[in-house]
Structures are given as structure tokens and as C-alpha cells.
């Protein structure tokens, strides 16, 4: 019960924090926007093209946007080693992820419809026929993305070049996440019945409990000086 | 939160403890007891370990070798009874910028689990004078006021042992003297103090027992009065700036 | 460990064993029917393959060992054979390209063997990264410990989804998963055998020299703190 009034109210403050400057969504959405509308030009794709082409785009610009955030989540923390502040609490470390992961997903669904719409828009493509399916399997992919991308967050921020190093740090093991979010959208996008991608939600689902709980128990490390 | 500790005689402990940070060494063999009611002052050059020391007996650093005990106990085997039991306020100030002075010591009381929320909060705010500006963000304060914001959330909980870095820092005349005061007064109350400043004469105001580190090493552990200041002094005086303050 | 197999022993052994590796492959293994001269780097190259996967799980094993015990030789060992698999990743893609463009007549193609190895690569580029990136040394290790064991459950994803992808294979099934029906002559098998225990012999050599260089700086950075605080006093 603790546990959970403690990861409300971390959850709670960097929502908080970011209502305050809203830098980290801001940031997020406008990457994200500029991906979808760079690609544009860079392919002009059209009609059945754009199709094929845009789960891939998109998860392309959630893949960039995420990492803006995930680096931009932990600044906050440490400016006045505010973290420390946490620990010096009794508080599990793992409750702080769980915070943190929580407040991250907030913001990456919010960027994400924000990127969504805007593709819709610019490539003329409706996404409400397949609306159900594609938010499932998108939720379940931006999970894992972002159980990862926190934690890694966390372990790049005691670094030299951190924005450089989370993203080195977390492509290679975001792979399984991001293949399978291209080829659970695309078929959910093309009208496909879902018994054809459901085992790719079923791997993101995976993906997301098994690095959720590894997380949770190694973030305890990540803190620990 | 108070824990069912024995509240007989509370006791902080480091027994033989040292630190590595990579290839540095910032404490020897430390080995310190903190009993209720003691009020230490942590004396030594920069360099010395003092703020290792504080953060190693804050829990915050896990010492390389020796232990850290609360009652006996190893404080990384029961961290929640240890956290609760003391408080600490370093150089960072661990406060975040966006939020206000209230909603920064409400988060703090929340990870806390204290209760009577409201009762503390307004307690606190009152011994720091901080109810002018409470609804002012972190981020807008001086250095000196953020300095006292740091210090109650340090003081929120109540702990029973108070490990301050460099509290008088940034504070204004009257601060400074209001908080003299304070910790002059935790004594009475049963409480332990450690704390270390630059200004000695500051320090042998307010403490009873001096602790002088010099190297991660503790040169001189006793009564504030029958310290040997010449010859700490002198050792100070020959010694250039250390790595890690 | 030190006395019962002193380190020029074990160099020794392990150049002996490059050598005899060498005439397995060039002389004593018979040449492929169809890929010619060219096929002979595949002795390497698989020896490499096998070497830079266990590499990674032995990090992962030093990076387990270190988070439990707290022992500065598991994570030397942790470290050491992540740099030492980093070079065996690495001659893997250098060795698979070469023998691929005069037998498939390209350097690259996204199949099930070629892109899981190149993700293994890139996570030993990261760990080793952040390794040379940590601002508090002190907190290298446990970070680094940390990112080996998320990159060794990402490797089981990693096959998994490569599997699910279903890429039609260029690459040879051998050696791991082939067994009889790879169509390998007996005499190659030896070849491949001996290799590979060149190969780990030479691992353990350099990974052994790596523990044995880490502990020595440490022991030279305590004697100069030492003397530096001896002198001061």
C-alpha cells in the first residue's frame, strides 16, 4: 500500500514538473511532427505507398521522440540530485522506477496521438477502422519501449554525452520492441484479421512484463553509490 | 514514520568502515559512534572525507568495507527503519526547481509516509521562516533561501539523528543565528547532531564533540575542550586542497 | 591458478594451439567442392561467432557475480570479456562479408544469422561505451553490470523475433544447429573443433592478461594514495 502511494506521488510530481514548463512534451512532439514531416519529402509516398510506409515511420519518430524524453525525465532529477533526495527516503528503488516509467508513458501516449494525428492528416490515411487493434498493439510496444528507455535513461545520466550514450545504450535492445510494433501496426492498418499479427503483440506483451520486472529489480544498482 | 525501534538509546555507528570511489580512497577505517544527545562537529581540510562520512552514515553511499549500524543493526539490511531515523542536507539541495516550496517538502513527507501532513509541513515552514514565499518555485529563491528549504525537508520527519553538510552556507545574518539556536538546542531533546562547516569558531559554538578527519582518517575523536586545535590546525595549514571535499 | 598454470605456459599453449589450428584448416581439411580456397574462412569465422555469444554471456556471468558478491575481479573478468568478445564480434562481420560476396556475390543480407550477431555487436558497443563514459568511477561497474544483464535477455528477444521474421536464409545451417544433414566431411568438423579451441584458448589467455593488468593498476593507484597521504602527515 506504501508502494503505491509512493509511485502515485512520483508520478504525480513529474506530471507536475512538466505542467510547470512543459519542455519534455513539447520537445517530444515537435521532433516527433519534424520526423513525419521530413519523411515526407525525403519519399513522397502516395496512396498504397503510404501504407506500406507509415507504421514504419511512425515508429521511427516514437523511437526519437522517446529518447528526447526518457533524457529529458531524469534533468529534472538531476539538477539538485533530487534522486539522491528520493533514496534518502524509505523508499524501494524499484517504486521509483515504476514512478518514473508510469509519468514517461503518460507523456510518450500523449506525443504519440499527437504524431498519429498528424500523420493521418499529412498522408491522408484513416486511422478509426483499425483503431482498436493498432492502439493495443502500439500500447503494448510503447511499453517495453519506455520500460527500457527508463532505465536507461536512469544509467545514462551518469554519464558524459548522455544523449548520446542513451540512445547507443537503447536501440539495440529496444530491436525486438520496434520490429515488432512495425509488424503489429501494419497489420493492423492494413484491415488484416488479427489472429495474423497477434503473435507479435504477444512478444511486445512479453517484451514489456519481463524487462518491467528485471527493471524493477536491478534499479536498486542503478542508484546505489 | 516513527519505527518500534527501542527508544532507549538509539545509536549510529560506523565500525572500521572505508570508501572507494574507483581508484580513490576517501575513508580509512573509520570508526565513529553517535550516541542521543551528542552534537559533533566534523573538522578537516577539503579533501578530508567529510562529506563521504556524512553520506556513508546518511545511507546514501554503501561503504566499500565495515558497516554502518543502527542499534546494532546493519543499516542496508533494514534501510527503511535507518532512512527514517535520520536526516540529511548536503551541498545539493535536492529540491526540484519547478515545484514550489510547499510542494517540494509535501513530495518529501509523501516518500516519508508521514502523517498529519499539513501539521508538519506548517511546523517546518515555521522554524525556517519559509511561510512568505511557500507557494514561490524552488527555482526563483536565492541560494541562501533555498539553503533553508533543503534544511526542512532534512528536518521534516523528525529524525533522530541530523547529518547536515555545511549548513550555513548562503544564510543571512539572521538565519544564521535562528539556526544556531536550533541545533544548540536538539541536545535537550534527545537528539544527535553531525555536522561540519568551514567557519571552526561557528562550529565550536554549537558542538560539544570534535571529530577531525584528515586523508579518510580520523585524527582526533573527543570533547570539543580538550581538543589539541594547535596542532589540527597546523596540520591543516601544510595540507593543499584535496580531491573530494 | 597462478601457480598450477603460469601465464607462459598458458601463452605458449594457446600460440601452439593458433598454429596447429592453422594447419587443420589450410592443410589437413579438405577443400569445399563448390566454394574452392574461399570456404576456409569459415573455420574463423565460426569460431569467432561461437566465441563473441559466449563472450557475451560470460559478461553477463562477471556482471552476476560482481552484483552479488561485490568481488572487483568478477566485474574485471566481466569487462575483459566484453573487449575481448567486441574483437570476435567484430572479425565475425568482417570474415562473414569477405567470404560472402565471392560465394553469394554480396557483402550483406538482413538474415536470421547475420543480424542477430550484428545486434550483439552493437550492445558490446554499448557496454563498452558506457564503460569508458561513467562519470564516478566507482559506479561503472554496477552500471555497466546492470546493462549486461538487460542485454542478455534482449539477446533471447532478439532470436525470438528474428525466428517470427521468418528471413529466408542464405547462411549455411551449420555447425549450431545443422548436426548431420549439414553435409559437413568429417575431417572439417575436426578442423572447426580444433579451432575453436585455439580460439578460446587465446580468449582466456588475453582475458587472464586483462584481470591480471586491472588488478595491477589498482594496486598501483593504493600504493600511490599511500605514499601520497604518508608524506602529507
Known amino acids: ?225 | 514514520m516513527p519505527f518500534d525501534t527501542p527508544r532507549a538509546k538509539p545509536e549510529l555507528e560506523l565500525r572500521d568502515v572505508s570508501k572507494q570511489f574507483g581508484d580513490l580512497q576517501a575513508l580509512r577505517g573509520v570508526c565513529l559512534r553517535v550516541a542521543p544527545g551528542d552534537s559533533i562537529l566534523l573538522y578537516g581540510p577539503n579533501g578530508a572525507g567529510k562529506t563521504t562520512l556524512l553520506r556513508v552514515l546518511s545511507t546514501l553511499a554503501r561503504p566499500s568495507e565495515g558497516k554502518v549500524l543502527l542499534n546494532g543493526e546493519d543499516v542496508h539490511s533494514n534501510p527503511a527503519a535507518a532512512k527514517s531515523a535520520i536526516g540529511f542536507m548536503t551541498h545539493t539541495t535536492f529540491l526540484y526547481g519547478e515545484l514550489t516550496v510547499r510542494e517540494n517538502l509535501e513530495f518529501a513527507g509523501k516518500l516519508f509516509g508521514l502523517r498529519a501532513m499539513a501539521e508538519r509541513l506548517s511546523n517546518a515552514m515555521e522554524t525556517f521562516h519559509l511561510h512568505e514565499r511557500a507557494e514561490t518555485m524552488v527555482r526563483e529563491l536565492s541560494r541562501g533561501y533555498q539553503q533553508r528549504v533543503s534544511l526542512a525537508r532534512a528536518f521534516l520527519h523528525d529524525p533522530q539523528f541530523l547529518l547536515l553538510d555545511e549548513p550555513f552556507t548562503g544564510l543571512d545574518a539572521g538565519s544564521t543565528e535562528s539556526l544556531q539556536t536550533l541545533l544548540r538546542g536538539l541536545g535537550s531533546q534527545g537528539k544527535s547532531l553531525i555536522f561540519s562547516t568551514h567557519d571552526f569558531e561557528q562550529g565550536k559554538a554549537i558542538a560539544r564533540r570534535l571529530v577531525a578527519l584528515e586523508g579518510g582518517r580520523v585524527l582526533y575523536d573527543g570533547p570539543m575542550e580538550a581538543a589539541p586545535l594547535a596542532a589540527l590546525k597546523a596540520g591543516e595549514r601544510s595540507h593543499g586542497a584535496g580531491a573530494r571535499s | ?233
Open chain 3, 1 to 233: 591458478m597462478k601457480k598450477t598454470f603460469p601465464q607462459t605456459v598458458h601463452l605458449a599453449v594457446t600460440l601452439a594451439a593458433l598454429l596447429v589450428s592453422l594447419y587443420f584448416i589450410f592443410l589437413y581439411a579438405p577443400q569445399e567442392s563448390t566454394m574452392g580456397e574461399v570456404q576456409r574462412i569459415f573455420y574463423i569465422h565460426v569460431s569467432s561467432g561461437n566465441m563473441a555469444f559466449l563472450a557475451y554471456f560470460l559478461t553477463f556471468f562477471g556482471s552476476f557475480v560482481y552484483l552479488w558478491k561485490r568481488n572487483e575481479s568478477a566485474d574485471d573478468f566481466a569487462y575483459g570479456s566484453a573487449e575481448v568478445g567486441f574483437i570476435f564480434c567484430t572479425c565475425v562481420l568482417i570474415t562473414g562479408p569477405l567470404w560472402a560476396k565471392p560465394v553469394w556475390g554480396i557483402w550483406w543480407t538482413w538474415d536470421e544469422r547475420l543480424t542477430p550477431t550484428f545486434f550483439l555487436w552493437l550492445l558490446f558497443v554499448g557496454y563498452l561505451m558506457l564503460r569508458s563514459y561513467v562519470i564516478a568511477p566507482g559506479r561503472a561497474a554496477l552500471l555497466a553490470a546492470v546493462v549486461s544483464t538487460l542485454g542478455v535477455v534482449d539477446v533471447v528477444f532478439d532470436f525470438w523475433v528474428i525466428r517470427m521474421k521468418s528471413y529466408r536464409g542464405q547462411h549455411p545451417a551449420a555447425v549450431m544447429g545443422g548436426g548431420e544433414n549439414s553435409g559437413l566431411d568429417p575431417r572439417m568438423w575436426v578442423a572447426v573443433f580444433v579451432t575453436f579451441v585455439a580460439c578460446l584458448l587465446l580468449f582466456s589467455y588475453l582475458v587472464r592478461q586483462y584481470m591480471r593488468v586491472a588488478a595491477l593498476r589498482r594496486q598501483v593507484a593504493r600504493l600511490r594514495q599511500l605514499r601520497d597521504s604518508s608524506s602529507g602527515a
Open chain 1, 1 to 225: 500500500m506504501h508502494t503505491l502511494r509512493i509511485i502515485a506521488a512520483i508520478f504525480e510530481k513529474d506530471l507536475r514538473v512538466e505542467w510547470r514548463h512543459r519542455e519534455t512534451l513539447a520537445s517530444m512532439c515537435v521532433f516527433g511532427l519534424l520526423v513525419i514531416f521530413l519523411f515526407n519529402f525525403a519519399f513522397e509516398p502516395a496512396g498504397e505507398e503510404s501504407l506500406r510506409l507509415l507504421p514504419g515511420l511512425l515508429w521511427i519518430a516514437f523511437a526519437f521522440a522517446g529518447v528526447l524524453g526518457f533524457n529529458r525525465s531524469f534533468a529534472s532529477e538531476r539538477e539538485n540530485a533530487a534522486l539522491e533526495g528520493m533514496r534518502l527516503a524509505p523508499v524501494d528503488a524499484g517504486a521509483i522506477y515504476i514512478g518514473k516509467m508510469l509519468a514517461n508513458l503518460f507523456f510518450m501516449a500523449i506525443a504519440e496521438a499527437v504524431m498519429v494525428f498528424a500523420a493521418s492528416l499529412w498522408y491522408n490515411f484513416s486511422f478509426i477502422p483499425a483503431l482498436g487493434w493498432f492502439t493495443l498493439s502500439t500500447f503494448f510496444c510503447t511499453l517495453g519501449y519506455v520500460a527500457v528507455g527508463t532505465i536507461f535513461a536512469a544509467i545514462a545520466a551518469n554519464t558524459r554525452m548522455r544523449e548520446v550514450m542513451l540512445p547507443v545504450l537503447q536501440f539495440p535492445v529496444a530491436i525486438p520492441i520496434f520490429i515488432a510494433g512495425v509488424e503489429a501496426s501494419t497489420g493492423a492498418l492494413k484491415g488484416d484479421p488479427p489472429g495474423d499479427y497477434a503473435s507479435w503483440i504477444k512478444l511486445a506483451a512479453g517484451f514489456s512484463v519481463i524487462f518491467v520486472v528485471l527493471s524493477y529489480l536491478l534499479f536498486e544498482f542503478v542508484l546505489e553509490e
